[in-house]
């Protein structure tokens, strides 16, 4: 199973809104509603910000979006914060049953 | 609360096995689904392996299958990875994560180091 694809970085400044994509194929982020997003620290584990493709668990912050259109899903960010440079990874159910992660994306707070 | 917690990492050389264990708290362990993450160093995640509750189906990776094997002791509240012919690539941080549905890796643990060199 080949890894989603997100871009390898993104940035904005701090107030501004930065949205990652994240494109699979219609055997996975295409075909179904099975997508979570994660935000991971340098030297930390990952967190589970966003599932079901767009559902935030209980204590993330509401400035977390996220939708799916076609084979492609999509996390933004808005009213950016320094606390928000972080890596972030998306990740979809496959249709062997298994799941895929994204490749990851760095975002910057200029 | 919620948690997992692994052990078991270390530094051992080519060709060689390590098994590595996670302890679940904090919930009803055999409802859920586990799963191990790795992550080499300075890469993205990739998943390796699942189990599905009382132990019922297993999933590899490609990348692993044939050399590791998950299993789970629902009396202990574990969940374990048995490695075997290491190879310098399979170097990376082991995270535990239950699968709370799909793909909800929540919570992670905080890893357990897997160094394979001579």
């Known amino acids: 199973q080949s890894a989603l694809t997100q871009p390898a970085s993104v940035s904005g400044s701090p107030g501004q809104s930065i949205t990652i994509s994240c494109t699979g194929t219609s055997s996975d982020v295409g075909g179904y509603n099975y997508v979570s997003w994660y935000q991971q620290y340098p030297g930390k584990a990952p967190k589970l910000i966003i599932y079901?493709?767009?559902n935030r668990p209980s204590g993330v912050s509401n400035r977390f979006s996220a939708s799916k259109s076609g084979n492609t899903a999509s996390l933004t960010i808005s009213g950016l914060q320094a606390e928000d440079e972080a890596d972030y990874y998306c990740?979809?159910?496959?249709?062997?049953?298994?799941?895929?992660f994204g490749g990851g994306t760095k975002l910057t707070v200029l | 609360q919620v948690q997992v917690v692994e052990s078991g990492g270390g530094l051992v050389k080519p060709g060689g096995s390590l098994r590595l264990s996670c302890v679940a708290s904090g919930f009803r362990f055999s409802d859920y689904y586990m799963s191990w993450v790795r992550q080499a160093p300075g890469k993205g995640l990739e998943w390796i392996s699942y189990?599905?509750?009382?132990?019922?189906?297993?999933y590899y990776a490609d990348s692993v299958k044939g050399r590791f094997t998950i299993s789970r002791d629902d009396a202990k509240n574990s969940v374990y990875l048995q490695i075997n012919s290491l190879r310098a690539e399979d170097t990376a941080m082991y995270y535990c994560?239950?699968?709370?549905?799909?793909?909800?890796?929540?919570?992670w643990g905080q890893g357990t180091l897997v160094t394979v060199s001579s």
């Open positions: 189990i599905t509750s009382r132990g019922t189906n297993v």
């Open positions: 990740s979809s159910y496959t249709s062997s049953s298994t799941p895929v």
């Open positions: 994560a239950r699968l709370a549905g799909w793909p909800n890796f929540d919570p």
């Open positions: 079901d493709v767009s």
